[in-house]
């Protein structure tokens, strides 16, 4: 068993029902083992009480908005960016928190995005990055809380749900 644990952010039902279709209509079906998800940190211990503790007292806040603001082609894949201060202030004050224990990866500014491609050449990535932009319009989700989760080397299973206070 993986002793690591990933914390992501929490969307409110509606876009995580949307944006799981997105994956599994565009994701190659051999590599889609998760939802949707908005990472923040991608390894950080299982089962450190200061960890638990801390998002304990961030979750004593309301909801966050963010905003959907563009899709982005990675090259092997598309996701949408998800531009929110609030969001950025909140993942700057759990690094300050968290900084033990941050690898590399999470001491990285937050660049907040869910992929609904991955793991594809790079001409089926130009493909839906094209069909999605067609019709996009801006539009902004609601983030109601912070997930654990226990890294499975592939798969996760979940933890913990911290919800926001409504």
Known sequence: MSSIQIITLQMEEAYQVHFNALRQRYFPAHANYLDAHITLFHHLPLGEPAITATLQDVS??????????????????VAYRLVSDELQILHQQLQTAFDPWLIKQDRQPLRPHITVQNKVTSFKAQYVHQTLLQ????FEIRATG?????YLHGP????TVFPFHQ
């Open 146 to 150: 912070l997930q654990t989760w226990r």
């Open 60 to 77: 004593q806040r309301s909801p966050l908005i963010l905003t959907v603001a563009g899709i982005v082609n990675f090259g092997k894949g």
């Open 135 to 138: 019709d996009f319009v801006p």
């Open 156 to 159: 996760w299973k979940e933890l």
